[in-house]
Nanobody
Framework: QVRLVESGGGLVQAGDSLRLSCAAS????????VGWFRQAPESEREFVAA????????YYEDSVKGRFIISRDNDKNTVYLQMNQLKPEDTAVYYC????????????????WGQGTQVTVSS
C-alpha cells in the first residue's frame, strides 16, 4: 500500500505560479511512475503530467506543455509539479497518483491516489 499526500494548492491570479508536492510513503518510491491529474467542476478527471522512476522521463498534456514542469526527488519520496503562467482554465482539484514501473496517461491505470489539493486561478 502506498499513501500519497498532496500539498501546495491555493488561490492565485492568472499569470502566477504554484508548486504542488506529492509525498509518498513507500521504501521503493523509485519503482513508481507518478502522475498528476486534475478535475474541474462538472468535468472528467484528466491527465496533466507524469514522471517515471529511476531515469525520469516526463510526460505532459498538450495544454500544459511549456508552462508546467514535473520533477521528483527520490531521496525525499516526493514529486513536484511546478505550475507557471497559470490560467483560469487550470482551476481544478489536482490529484497525484502512482503505479509501478510503466507510464500510462489513463487514470484507471493508476493504483494509488492522494486526497487532492484545490488550485483556483482568478482572472
Amino acid at each position: 500500500q502506498v499513501r500519497l499526500v498532496e500539498s501546495g494548492g491555493g488561490l492565485v491570479q492568472a499569470g502566477d505560479s504554484l508548486r504542488l508536492s506529492c509525498a509518498a510513503s513507500t521504501s521503493t518510491f523509485s519503482h513508481y511512475v507518478v502522475g498528476w491529474f486534475r478535475q474541474a467542476p462538472e468535468s472528467e478527471r484528466e491527465f496533466v503530467a507524469a514522471i517515471s522512476g529511476v531515469f525520469p522521463n516526463q510526460y505532459y498534456e498538450d495544454s500544459v506543455k511549456g508552462r508546467f514542469i514535473i520533477s521528483r526527488d527520490n531521496d525525499k519520496n516526493t514529486v513536484y509539479l511546478q505550475m507557471n503562467q497559470l490560467k483560469p482554465e487550470d482551476t481544478a482539484v489536482y490529484y497525484c497518483a502512482a503505479r509501478l514501473f510503466t507510464y500510462k496517461a489513463t487514470d484507471a491505470e493508476y493504483d494509488y491516489w492522494g486526497q487532492g489539493t484545490q488550485v483556483t486561478v482568478s482572472s
